[in-house]
């Protein structure tokens, strides 16, 4: 009964999130590539659960995602996907920033 009661404990703490600003940037890394179609990056990070603005002005396409935090508020991952300089339609660079999260 005691293992039960501790399970039951720990499985709410098990969905914390917490920053890993590496494990993003590796994350990111796998799902998105320089070179490859942008329309093709844009369906990869939304079905990561990012919301990507989609504006057809500029060179960068802005995708974020919120992750909540057990008692300390949201954190909000930034990914800039950068078109490349040769082709509006190809993914350039790749640049993860720095998570913010909430003060509460």
Same mark, same amino acid.
């Given at each position: 009964m005691r293992?039960?009661?501790m399970?039951?404990?720990a499985l709410p703490l098990a969905g914390c999130y917490t920053v890993n600003q590496a494990g993003l940037g590796n994350f990111i890394t796998q799902t998105v590539q320089p070179g490859m179609p942008l329309d +093709?990056?844009?369906v990869r990070m939304r079905a990561e659960g990012f919301y990507c603005?989609?504006?057809t002005a500029g060179t960068v396409t802005i995708c974020t995602r919120n +992750?909540?935090?057990l008692l300390r508020?949201?954190?909000v991952e930034r990914v800039d996907l950068v078109r490349s300089a040769t082709s509006a339609q190809t993914l350039g660079t790749i640049?993860?920033?720095e998570t913010r999260c909430a003060k509460l």
């Open positions: 293992k039960l009661w399970l039951a404990l +093709q990056a844009l603005n989609t504006s +992750q909540e935090r508020g949201s954190c640049d993860v920033m």
